[in-house]
């Protein structure tokens, strides 16, 4: 399965000030910064909610906790992505019940990763409220999944991958766009 680049949609620069403009719609939605807590969904999704959690601290002077979440066994594809799948550790060092939850991802695709992170979310307590914020919506949805924070919206073909880069993880921060070449199968990215 060959990618091929086909445009770079965000640089560092445009990935801080996307950053920058959801933390701030957190803070006005929830009329502060009161009760909120960060959940990054791993793996790209974690070091987002940490620069969220950073932003509200610079603007709010307040500390938000902030866990990271591993949706593995509760994908309902668990059995296509691999023979024997690699669990990691969820970390979540706040009780999540009655919290204002902003889950955090890199890509919003077709909601199936968010209903997974939602299950896994629910199995550790009840908070207040989930909130979702993503840096990318893709669209082409397969669930009623909707994102109450998106950095950029990006109308997608299915032959299409968002690939996420953050300095965190793979040493840059971008975002760009690649497509498969016409003999490759189909990605499966949710």
Known sequence: MALVEKARIMDSDGIRRATMRIAHEIIEKNKGAAGLAFVGIRTRGFPLAKRLAEAIQQIEGTKLPVGILDITLYRDDLTTIAVQPVVHKTEIPFDVSEKKIILVD?????????????????????????????????????????????????????????????????????????????????????
């Not at 990318?136 to 950029?152: C, M, N, Q, S, V």
């Open 106 to 190: 890199d890509v919003l695709y077709t909601g199936r990763t968010i209903r997974a992170a939602m299950d896994a979310l629910m199995d550790l307590g009840r908070p207040r409220s989930i909130q979702l914020a993503v840096l990318i919506d893709r669209g082409h949805r397969e669930l009623p999944i909707r994102a109450d924070y998106i950095g950029k919206n990006v109308p997608t073909s299915r032959r299409e991958v968002i690939s996420v880069r953050l300095s965190e993880i793979d040493g840059s921060d971008e975002v760009i766009i690649q497509e498969f070449s016409e003999n490759s199968s189909l990605p499966c990215q949710s």
